[in-house]
């Protein structure tokens, strides 16, 4: 096997070595030759496999030619920046290096703002090689502005869309990279409906032929002859590996026994309108699926609109569920009314969907290893038509669905526990996702029958994925991580390659609202900065960066942008990083809270942070602006650990729900001597009078003996990560005192 993939890697870098040299790319664009060679490879025909490339031996069917493009070229791509000049142009020159895993379109790189984007609106001068730089006999180099092509036409790559087996930015080997093609195809999706809908309702979809490729003639290559002038590389290109060896992912003993999820790193491509999901036919017999579900429960009625009546309009959101292991679980197409166009009083009165939050799953599945209890996972199928609308709702027919007449739509309708003597049986519920575990396996058992027999459920067996989280467990206890969903978002942002870094955000670096260039794609910061916060449930140590970073959401400058890319490259460092649940763990919780004395350079508000854990095993924590400005830095502490008090004392009634009887007091840590002083002294005095009434509950509780506040040094102190950035060493070592491991990296 070690010499197998030696000669595939072998394999791999002689072609990319080859399309380097051809472009005369810099070394820097390394990655990108190794990509586009795997992906090249993939598609030839091999002599081992019966002269069938590894793409049609994996998919039955030959792969497409049609958007091969000659890499390194000069090419056009289409601006979709508005800037008001209609006369402005509307094309960036760039050069191509190579074809998006994350969407349809091609890689292309901005010579002038030197970024990499993906484009699906690309003109190729297939001829031309803009880092060729061609010199004639004087010295003079060509303009390849003037040798464009007027002749040649613009494509859109709308004949492959990409799934969850795309290839992987690294490591690149030739099972890894695949692509699928979608079958544009007419076919009409047929929609069953009841008596009270139209026996002509169906789905409508478009024939969408396959692209006709233009080929343009590739004259031979000039001698090409290398300056003498040495030349400096830009500073942006100390953010990137320029060693091939350096670039990896390490393996891990947790996902041995699922090498899907080593090749898994791009997500396949989600459609987000009608149009493109119609041309696949998976999307479409996924829309078959929900159609004939909402049919089956009697959801709506077809019927003319009364007068006086508006109807509001509907939409299809498609989703790829994912496994555990990161295959592709299924295609869910759901029909969603647009909310934004109801109005409260008329369409609704009031929303409510079982939703748990994420402190409560840790905390169940923190109870779960230390007690070694089973946890089952279970979905409800169309979960919200399972309910009674009491509201009066007119809805037009769903898009694709054919009948005479737009129709009335009636839709929609978190922890439970039960204990018998000694046995209990927990429930939480995330809208449909539902997860299960107790001390008796009987139980489990007959509440899953019960619950089959009264609703259409899938079975999920046990707990591996749940809500995009990878659970694994052993003996020593369960593992939360993110990984994929770290992964995936380095392919998209184009970070794969990118130099790691041992901490999220430079030590004491303070960013402000009003400093700097605007970043030139908003939207594009606001998608990953949404990305990041969901990561949090996972990764306490970004905490306080996204915490920052989410501060600009409005107007976000180029040094907020550089501070996501930090952050990025701080997460590939480690993309397996996560929370262990430890079986050995003792049922007691342990709370740590700081703040940092107005640190908000604009409003001088402090920042408070907190982190607790059961045990060993780490359950909540958080980063928040304080709502006031504090007078001293004791006020900031004291006000933290008010807030530190309210999560500990819920968590106690959970626990107490759970079957768990917390020993008092618990233990309340702190690193501010005078706000210990205030929280135990019960005397108003004339630097804490100002402070709210609802801070000062904590010296009831202190008094009552249910919190027991201590002191901790600020070396140790956990939470200290959460309201401030740390050096390399502290924020190390607090990583390994919170338990936050990565058991993917190599020991």
């Keep these: 096997m070690v010499g197998l993939s030696g000669s595939i890697y072998r394999h791999i870098l002689e072609v990319a070595r080859t399309l380097r040299f051809h472009a005369n790319l810099p070394i820097e664009f390394w990655g990108e030759c190794v990509l586009a060679a795997g992906y090249l490879i993939n598609r030839l025909p091999s002599p081992v496999i019966e002269n069938k490339s590894p793409y049609e031996m994996l998919y039955k069917k030959p792969p497409l030619y049609t958007h091969l493009r000659v890499f390194g070229c000069l090419c056009y791509a289409h601006s979709k920046e508005t800037t008001g000049d209609k006369f402005a142009q509307r094309g960036i020159k760039c050069v191509f290096l190579g074809y998006a895993y994350t969407q349809k379109g091609w890689k292309v790189y901005d010579l002038e703002k030197q970024r990499h984007f993906i484009s699906r609106d690309v003109k190729f001068i ?3 090689f803009p880092f060729k730089m061609v010199e004639n006999n004087t010295g003079s180099t060509i303009n390849y502005d003037r040798e464009a092509k007027s002749g040649e036409k613009v494509q859109e790559l709308d004949h492959y869309v990409h799934t969850l087996d795309d290839p992987p930015s690294y490591p690149a080997t030739c099972e890894d990279i695949i692509l699928t093609p979608s079958q544009a195809s007419g076919d009409t999706l047929h929609m069953h409906t009841d008596n009270h809908a139209s026996p002509s309702s169906q789905l409508d979809t478009h024939d969408t032929g396959p692209i006709d490729s233009i080929s343009t003639p590739s004259p031979g290559d000039n001698p090409s002859r290398r300056g003498t002038r040495q030349r400096k590389p830009p500073t942006w290109h100390r953010d990137y590996d320029v060693q091939l060896n350096t670039v990896k992912i390490n393996s891990s003993p947790v996902v041995n026994s699922h ?22 036919p998976q999307w479409r017999e996924a829309m078959s699926r929900e159609i004939a579900a909402l049919e089956r429960s009697g959801t709506w009625r077809i019927q003319d609109l009364p007068s006086g009546k508006k109807a509001i309009f509907c939409k299809w959101v498609y989703k790829i569920k994912y496994k555990s292991d990161g295959s592709v679980e299924r295609y869910k197409a759901r029909l969603v009314v647009c909310g934004n166009r109801q109005v409260q009083g008329i369409d609704y009165s009031e929303t409510f969907a079982p939703v748990a939050k994420m402190v409560t799953v840790r905390t169940i599945l923190a109870v779960a290893a230390s007690r070694h209890w089973e946890l089952h996972q279970m979905d409800v199928d169309n ?6 609308l009491h509201e009066e709702v007119y809805m037009h027919l769903p898009p694709g669905y054919s009948a005479s007449s737009p129709g009335k739509s009636h839709a929609d309708y978190s922890l439970f526990t039960l204990r018998r003597d000694d046995r209990i049986l927990c429930v939480l519920i995330y809208v449909d996702d539902l997860l299960i575990t107790g001390n008796d396996h009987d139980m489990i058992v007959a509440f899953k029958s019960f619950l089959a027999a009264s609703f259409p459920v899938k079975d999920l067996g046990r707990m591996k994925y749940f809500l995009g989280i990878e659970v694994a467990r052993n003996s020593t206890g369960i593992f939360l991580c993110q990984r994929k969903y770290v992964l995936d978002i380095l392919a998209e942002t184009g970070l794969t390659g990118a130099r790691p870094v041992s901490f999220p955000m430079v030590q004491n670096h303070k960013l402000q609202s009003d400093t700097g260039p605007n970043f030139s794609d908003p939207d594009r910061y606001r998608r990953l900065v949404g990305k990041l916060i969901y990561l949090t449930l996972t990764r306490p140590d970004i905490c306080y960066s996204v915490h920052i970073l989410s501060q600009f959401m409005q107007c976000p400058k180029v040094a907020h942008w550089e501070a996501v890319l930090r952050v990025l490259r701080y997460l590939k460092s480690h993309p397996g990083q996560g929370i262990l649940l430890r079986s050995d763990s003792p049922l007691t919780l342990t709370g740590f809270c700081d703040a940092d004395w107005a640190s908000c350079p604009v409003t001088r508000r402090s920042v408070t942070g907190y982190f607790v854990s059961l045990g060993q095993s780490p359950i909540s924590w958080r980063t ?3 709502a006031t400005i504090s007078r001293s830095s004791a006020e900031a502490e004291y006000r933290s650990m008010a807030a530190l008090t309210c999560e500990l004392i819920w968590l106690r009634n959970l626990l107490r729900c759970l079957g768990v009887v917390h020993p008092s007091p618990v233990q309340l840590y702190c690193d501010n001597q005078a706000a210990l002083h205030i929280a135990s002294n019960p005397v108003y005095h004339e630097r804490t009078k100002h402070i709210e009434l609802d801070c000062h509950f904590i010296r009831d509780h202190i008094q009552a003996g249910t919190i027991s506040p201590s002191y901790t040094s600020t070396s140790e102190q956990p939470a200290d990560m959460l309201t401030k950035a740390l050096g390399a060493s502290q924020f190390s070592y607090l990583l390994a ?6 058991p993917h990296a190599p020991s």
């Design 624 to 626: 928040k602006k304080q």
């Design 737 to 742: 005192k919170m338990d936050i491991c990565d």
């Design 259 to 280: 090498p899907s999820v080593e090749s898994a790193i791009s997500a396949a491509k989600e459609p987000s309108t009608f149009s493109e999901a119609s041309r696949d």
């Design 383 to 388: 979960a919200f038509l399972h309910g009674d």
């Design 126 to 128: 297939e001829t031309i």
